[in-house]
């Protein structure tokens, strides 16, 4: 009957939710060991639903064929329960007992007419008696196979997914484990939505033949599937077909392999990393095949470095671009690789294609292959420049020698000539004392020979004061060389001091018939400095004008200040001095004319002996010349004072004091005699 049909499937709701009720009943639990009974239910209710249809349909074969391929679909649909999930045969005729209560209950409330009552019970009972029967049949045929699968299943180290179509039917528990899913969650997903999204190409491909060929090949695959936890896993997947009661399934085993990808990571990044130390070093690399002798490998300097291509190079032999006064001993070399041993600091000389040579250091060490020396990598780096480096320390080295040895030699002269000076002047002060006893003994003589004596006393009295004037700079030097030349500072007017200085040696200048003037723009500067050393100072700048300066020439001493210095010049209208000896005329022992022959005489200390002093003094001293125009020192001194502490405010120095000074500072420079 029809009627019956439509009055169950109208209650499908009702059906369910009473079946649901009997299914958590304790009874329901002992017989079904706690399983999940609402797939259950849900599988037999649509079973139950679909037979009474076909109940209800004319009698006769094609009635029998859908019936049979109903219960064949039943009995596929319910290996996953019997077989793999666990389910008992009993709590499944507990829910078909259950769905066949519910529908008596229905058909008594809704149905009034007698005989038609009877029918749908008819009915009800028969298809209950179809369904208990085929699943008798079925766990019958089951019941052999159904441990062996499961223990294989659960013995097996790989994960394993049953499928139909591309459900999932069964996983094992190592396939959980590599999901990260129950399997009541995997039978609610597709292998889809397990696959990566960068892989889905792969089994998207192949899901059709999988459904429909009957013949289908081992497949293998390798790809990332997505954990339940987030994280992506690699693994390696093969697929076939399998028969299960009498029914074609789909068998999937799947290897962790993410330890096996990280360690292929792992290389791949350690022969990048090797790979971008091979290209990116400085240092020329070769790796050089033992056997053949021949280089294998090198690197974009060594090649840039020998001007050879990659494969002209792999044709070549390390000895080929050796110098030949280096090439022997090679075969040394090689016996200590060969037996295992590291090469270092070997010094070679290379030549590259263009002929050019280069100093080279090389470390070889051999790589061990299966217990021998295959290959041996060499890492040579250009020396070239360290060489010249070290040549040019060597010279250095020889440099330095020499000049302390020079130095040596300078201390030994100085402290010759420090004892020498002091060794004559003991003598010149004996010869001008008595200079001056035979002055006073003379003085009184008018004759003839009287004259004579005196003329004659004048001159040795110069000469002597030309020796004096001599040991006086020798000794000066000395002290500054070992720095033992001391300033008396103390505050002194300085445009007193120079304006003395000048007026005590005016009338022996214009004697020489030279035109001498002294200005200044400022009447009276206090600064500190010592008297004696700027009378040096001023004495030996005159003396150098009047020597250079011909008779009809001009001598000018003038002061101004800037504020902050002092500025000092001495200008002449003499000779001058050529442009190109004038960065050497503030030398020690340096002078203009070297000649014997020359006109003024002079040591070659005095304006070396200036410039230290004017220094000492924080001052500095230019010099501004001209051939055939005359020259100008400009001396500049700083404008300070030191406190009261340092010292008080130095007497005046007065001209009458200075003449033997100014005497022996213009001893260079002769009278008519």
Not at 317 to 338: A, H, P, Q, S
Not at 530 to 553: C, Q, V, Y
Not at 632 to 647: D, H, K, M, N, W
Request: aromatic share 8%; glycine share 6%; net charge negative.
């Amino acid at each position: 009957m029809k009627y019956l049909s439509e009055l169950t499937s109208g209650h499908w709701e009702l059906i369910r939710e009473r079946a649901a009720k009997i299914c958590e009943s304790d009874l329901f639990m002992e017989n079904s060991l706690r399983c999940d009974y609402e797939n259950i239910i849900i599988l037999l209710t649509g079973l139950y639903l679909e037979l009474l249809s076909e109940e209800n349909d004319s009698a006769g074969m094609g009635k029998t064929l859908r019936l049979k391929d109903m219960f064949d679909r039943a009995k596929a649909s319910a290996i996953r329960y019997l077989v793999y999930e666990g389910y008992d045969y009993k709590g499944i005729l507990v829910v078909l007992s259950a769905i066949k209560d519910t529908i008596r209950d229905i058909v008594f409330e809704e149905v009034r007419d007698i005989t038609e009552l009877r029918q749908c019970l008819i009915s009800n009972d028969e298809c209950f008696s179809s369904l208990n029967a085929a699943f008798y049949s079925l766990c019958d045929e089951l019941e052999d196979i159904r441990p062996i699968f499961k223990k294989i299943f659960d013995l097996t180290p790989f994960g394993i997914f049953l499928f139909e179509e591309d459900k999932f039917v069964y996983v094992n528990k190592v396939g959980e484990c590599l999901s990260g899913y129950s399997n009541a969650e995997l039978n609610r997903m597709s292998i889809m939505d397990l696959i990566h999204p960068d892989f889905s190409h792969i089994l998207q491909a192949n899901a059709k033949s999988w459904s429909e060929s009957r013949e289908m090949a081992s497949e293998q695959y390798e790809c990332k599937i997505k954990h339940k936890n987030g994280s992506d896993i690699w693994v390696g997947i093969s697929v076939g077909q399998v028969y299960i009661g009498n029914k074609e399934w789909i068998l999937g085993t799947a290897i962790d392999m993410t330890g096996q990808k990280n360690i292929e990571n792992s290389l791949n990044r350690s022969e990048r990393k090797y790979k971008t130390f091979f290209n990116l070093s400085p240092d020329m690399i070769f790796v050089i095949d033992m056997n053949k002798g021949n280089i294998i490998e090198a690197n974009a300097v060594a090649l840039n470095t020998l001007g050879i291509s990659l494969e002209e190079i792999r044709r070549m032999k390390l000895n080929d671009f050796i110098d030949g006064e280096n090439i022997y001993g090679t075969e040394e070399i090689v016996g200590c690789l060969i037996h295992g041993s590291d090469i270092k600091g070997l010094n070679l000389m290379i030549k590259n294609v263009y002929g050019e040579r280069f100093n080279i250091e090389v470390n070889c060490t051999p790589m061990i292959e299966k217990g021998e020396v295959t290959k041996v990598l060499c890492l040579a780096r250009d020396i070239t420049e360290r060489k010249k480096l070290d040549e040019l320390k060597r010279q250095a080295y020889e440099s330095t020698k020499l000049l302390n040895e020079t130095l040596e030699n300078d201390k030994a002269k100085t402290e010759f000539f420090s004892n020498l000076t002091h060794e004559i002047r003991t003598p010149l002060n004996v010869i001008l004392g008595t200079l001056q006893l035979m002055d006073m003994f003379y003085s009184s003589y008018t004759d003839t020979a009287g004259e004579k004596v005196k003329k004659y006393c004048k001159i040795m009295r110069q000469n002597c004061y030309r020796l004096m004037r001599m040991v006086n700079n020798l000794i000066d030097l000395s002290k500054l060389d070992a720095g033992f030349m001391n300033l008396d500072m103390k505050n002194y007017d300085i445009i007193s001091i120079i304006a003395k200085i000048t007026a005590s040696v005016k009338d022996y200048i214009e004697s020489k018939g030279i035109e001498f003037s002294f200005e200044s723009t400022i009447d009276s500067m206090i600064i500190a400095c010592d008297p004696d050393k700027m009378e040096r100072i001023i004495l030996n700048l005159l003396s150098n004008a009047m020597k250079f300066t011909e008779r009809g020439g001009k001598i000018n001493v003038n002061l101004c200040d800037s504020g902050s210095s002092l500025f000092i010049r001495v200008k002449d209208t003499g000779i001058g001095i050529p442009r190109e000896k004038q960065d050497m005329i503030f030398k020690r022992f340096m002078q203009v004319d070297k000649s014997l022959s020359r006109n003024h005489n002079g040591s070659g200390i005095g304006l070396s002996l200036v410039k230290s002093l004017v220094e000492l003094h924080g001052g500095s001293i230019t010099l501004n010349s001209e051939v055939g125009a005359g020259s100008e020192f400009l001396i500049e001194l700083p404008v300070r004072q030191i406190s009261a502490e340092a010292g008080e405010q130095g007497s005046q120095l007065t001209a009458d004091s200075k003449i033997e000074v100014i005497n022996i500072e213009f001893s260079d420079i002769y009278s008519q005699l």
